[in-house]
Structure formats: structure tokens, C-alpha cells
């Protein structure tokens, strides 16, 4: 029961925050969404070093100098798998009018949730991948730990929920509908997650691998959407603030919490 509350707490702040189209009026001020997308960004940097790449070094100390060789390998590999979806699934960023992916007739609204579906997949096995090595008994991860990165990852998806529905409602969706697409972009976390577990549980062994991958894929989406968002256009700034605000709260809390 615990488990199932951890990988569905990241879940719950993504519907949180796409609620917020149900009680504001007015579309998200650039500012703000800058300042959201690098807080973002922030949490995602520092669960990557904190939760998921130095324990998985940790887990093979026995390696001694060689410990990096499954948290390099993981993280490549969590690299490309990212960049082929990127390259594969036809989906469109919120502030963009090109799609991406492969050539698709799908509706704008469609591929606006593939790309929150994208961005959201490496969350989803990060979380099933720290409950795993929980599961696992193994000293370089706790079910804290997890229960962290989960807190940490639904404290970014809160803003990021909002940041997806209020758009939509901007351009003439119905608020409910909105809200509605904003809380099924956050599905697939629980999900992959769930999946990730009952994956790791076959292949013990390869945690370590596991952890870099969700790693690797997170940085992906790091820095291939959520900085260049916060940094494009006017006041640049506020989104490095926000992605230093982001950064400390959650490694504060894997240190502390952890």
C-alpha cells in the first residue's frame, strides 16, 4: 500500500496544479511560467544527482574506481532512448507551432499531450526505479529516499500541471476539458513507474543500470525543453532563479529527508 501511495503522490501533484485552470482567470504570466519552468528544471537536475546517479554508483562501491561504468552506461542509454522518442512520436510544445516526430495527422490538442507524455515518462521510472531499489533491500536506497524523489518530483509537477492546462483554457478549451488534459498528461508517471517495479524485480542486477537510465532520460528533457523554454525571449533571469530555487528545495530534501 505504501508503494502504490508513493508512485501515485507525483500523480497528485500534477492534478493539483492542472486545477488551478478551474479557479484563475487569466492565462499564466510569461514571468511566471519562466520562473515555473526553470523551478522545474531545478528539481529534475538535482534528483538526478541526488536520488538516482550517486546512488547508483553507491550500490556498486564494491567496484571501487570502476563504480561510474553502470551510472555512465545508464545514463547514455536513458539519453538515447529519450532522443529517439523525441525523434519518433509526433508531439508539439505548448509554445510552438512546428511539430515534432514523425510526420502525423493527429489534432493539435493530441499532440500537445504527447509531448507533456513524453516529458513525463523518465519521472514515472525514476519513481518506480527508487521504490524498486527500496524493495531490493539495498543499503544505497531507502524507502525515504524514494518517498523524496516521489515529494520532489510532485512539487515540480504542480506547476508544470498548471502550465499545460491553463494554456489550453487560454485558446478556448473548456475549463473542465482542460483540467481534464492537464491531469491525463500526469498519467502515464503512475504508470511507468508500476511498470519499472515489476521490471526491476525480474532484473535486480541491473538497478544501478536502471537508475542512471531514469537519470539520463530526465536530463534529456532538461535540457533539450524545459531550459530552453525558461530561458528564451525576455527576462532569462527569472527562470535561472527559479531553476536554482527548484535545485535547492530538492536536494534540502534528499539530504534531509533521505
Not at 508531439?91 to 510526420?103: A, T, V, W
Amino acid at each position: 500500500m505504501n508503494i502504490t501511495i508513493g508512485i501515485l503522490i507525483p500523480f497528485l501533484g500534477t492534478t493539483l496544479g492542472a486545477a488551478c485552470v478551474l479557479f484563475m482567470q487569466n492565462e499564466l504570466r510569461p514571468r511566471i511560467q519562466k520562473a515555473l519552468l526553470g523551478f522545474a528544471s531545478g528539481v529534475m537536475v538535482a534528483a538526478s544527482v541526488w536520488s538516482l546517479l550517486i546512488p547508483s554508483m553507491e550500490m556498486v562501491s564494491d567496484m571501487g574506481k570502476l563504480s561510474f561504468i553502470p551510472a555512465a552506461v545508464g545514463f547514455a542509454f536513458g539519453i538515447g532512448f529519450l532522443l529517439l522518442l523525441d525523434q519518433l512520436i509526433p508531439h508539439l510544445h505548448m509554445n510552438d507551432s512546428r511539430p515534432e516526430g514523425i510526420k502525423s495527422s493527429l489534432s493539435k490538442t493530441t499532440m500537445l499531450l504527447l509531448a507533456v507524455t513524453l516529458h513525463n515518462i523518465p519521472e514515472g521510472m525514476a519513481v518506480g526505479v527508487a521504490f524498486a531499489g527500496a524493495l531490493s533491500e539495498n543499503a544505497a536506497l531507502s524507502a525515504a529516499g524514494a518517498f523524496t524523489l516521489s515529494i520532489g518530483i510532485a512539487i515540480q509537477n504542480f506547476p508544470e500541471g498548471a502550465i499545460i492546462s491553463m494554456p489550453l483554457s487560454a485558446e478556448g478549451m473548456g475549463k473542465k476539458k482542460a483540467f481534464m488534459m492537464g491531469m491525463l498528461s500526469g498519467a502515464v508517471e503512475p504508470i511507468g513507474a508500476a511498470l519499472t517495479i515489476l521490471l526491476a524485480a525480474f532484473v535486480r542486477p541491473l538497478l544501478p543500470y536502471f537508475l542512471s537510465f531514469a537519470a539520463g532520460a530526465m536530463l534529456y528533457v532538461v535540457v533539450e525543453e524545459l531550459i530552453p523554454e525558461a530561458s528564451e525571449g525576455e527576462h532569462s533571469n527569472i527562470g535561472t532563479i527559479g531553476f536554482a530555487v527548484g535545485f535547492l528545495i530538492m536536494m534540502i530534501l534528499d539530504v534531509a529527508l533521505g
